[in-house]
């Protein structure tokens, strides 16, 4: 289930972003941003019969799952955020994954260096930069076509011929 604030929270990060990011870039700059966001109240999950204990698995004792680092934060995990809330994005129309090359380290290294050495910048010559394959996540361009493996997307940009009987003129 994801809430509205957490789907907030990704397009605030990715609309104020001058680049498209990776997940977990997002992921750390949502902690990073928003580090007092909560989940309202009406969106948690009531539990009223507890957990049940989990069965042990051919006589070992199996443990629990870990909590989420952040259990009261909107993006409670990078597992959230992939398995949940850019997936309802994505099914919303409000996120696309692109692949891209860009240079190693990503954005959040950027943001580091930058404010780390504002008295010296120098300038980087393109040929030493390294330029490593990235997915990352941007908002849809409004004349994007679909992908050529979506071939429902693709049956949609066909133009549709109307069928109409024959009928002998008069």
Known sequence: MTTAAARNIVKNIIGTSTEPLTTKEIY????????????PKASKPVITYGNPRLKPKLGVE?????????PNHPISSMIHLKQRILP????????????TRRPAGGVLQALANQSSSKSTATPT????????????????????PPAKNDKRAQAALIPKIPQTPNEPEP
């Open 28 to 39: 750390q700059l949502s902690v990073k941003k928003f580090p007092k966001a909560t989940i």
């Open 125 to 144: 010559d393109p040929s030493t930069v390294k330029m490593v394959d990235a997915w990352v996540w941007q908002f849809p361009k409004p004349s994007q």
């Open 62 to 70: 199996r443990k629990e799952p870990p909590s989420p680092p952040r």
């Open 88 to 99: 309802d994005l994505v099914a919303r129309k409000e996120l696309v994954k692109v692949h």
